[in-house]
T-cell receptor, first 112, second 110 residues
Framework: DAEITQSPRHKITETGRQVTLACHQTWNHNNMFWYRQDLGHGLRLIHYSYGVHDTNKGEVSDGYSVSRSNTEDLPLTLESAASSQTSVYFC???????????FGPGTRLTVT | KQEVTQIPAALSVPEGENLVLNCSFT??????LQWFRQDPGKGLTSLLLIQSSQREQTSGRLNASLDKSSGRSTLYIAASQPGDSATYLCAPESADGLTFGKGTHLIIQP
């Protein structure tokens, strides 16, 4: 069965370190998305991609970057982790704009 | 900028009741609206997707309606069960992607 996976599921890191969260989907979807979920804010879009080599900024992109070198993967990099980036991160994918989005299980990141 | 409000924020009812969860959004220029379910500590599970040209969509005991012009959607849950306990999120999709409400936390008492 097609699926979307994220790794690691839990991570603790220190302020200032670079961190990369992995997202891999086997749906062969063109579109991939990264969200963060925080109490009081709900889910907010960080970055998204509509195909290989395409990346776009979302609502809360400062301090984050993504690159898309193939269809299956969209890694999210925190250039210099800050305590404000402690959150649960979700990756999602869809076949095209206007189609259903499918979500991964999430990565809980703690920045100390 | 799209803003999404979900009412009520929390709801606790006995098993067997029929429920209505409400979602309102400010920008009617949407492609579709998706309803999700989230269990504690888990990811999001897609329940229903309503295209902007549709008025409603049904899946089992769930029925979602969409009134795009007034910026409203409702999720109707028939004959609620304890296994329906979860947080329900609505998310209209526009050119800027999905915008989520803060959800309705639902508890169904056995």
């Amino acid at each position: 069965d097609a699926e979307i996976t994220q790794s690691p599921r839990h991570k603790i890191t220190e302020t200032g370190r670079q961190v990369t969260l992995a997202c891999h989907q086997t749906w062969n979807h063109n579109n991939m998305f990264w969200y963060r979920q925080d109490l009081g804010h709900g889910l907010r879009l960080i970055h998204y991609s509509y195909g290989v080599h395409d990346t776009n900024k979302g609502e809360v992109s400062d301090g984050y970057s993504v690159s898309r070198s193939n269809t299956e993967d969209l890694p999210l990099t925190l250039e210099s982790a800050a305590s404000s980036q402690t959150s649960v991160y979700f990756c999602a994918s869809s076949g095209a704009q206007g189609y259903e989005q499918y979500f991964g299980p999430g990565t809980r990141l703690t920045v100390t | 900028k799209q803003e999404v409000t979900q009412i009520p924020a929390a709801l606790s009812v006995p098993e067997g009741e029929n429920l209505v969860l409400n979602c309102s959004f400010t920008d009617s220029a949407i492609y579709n609206l998706q309803w999700f379910r989230q269990d504690p500590g888990k990811g999001l599970t897609s329940l229903l997707l309503i295209q902007s040209s549709q008025r409603e969509q049904t899946s089992g005991r769930l029925n979602a309606s969409l009134d795009k012009s007034s910026g409203r959607s409702t999720l109707y849950i028939a004959a609620s069960q304890p296994g329906d306990s979860a947080t329900y999120l609505c998310a209209p999709e526009s050119a800027d992607g999905l915008t989520f409400g803060k959800g309705t936390h639902l508890i169904i008492q056995p």
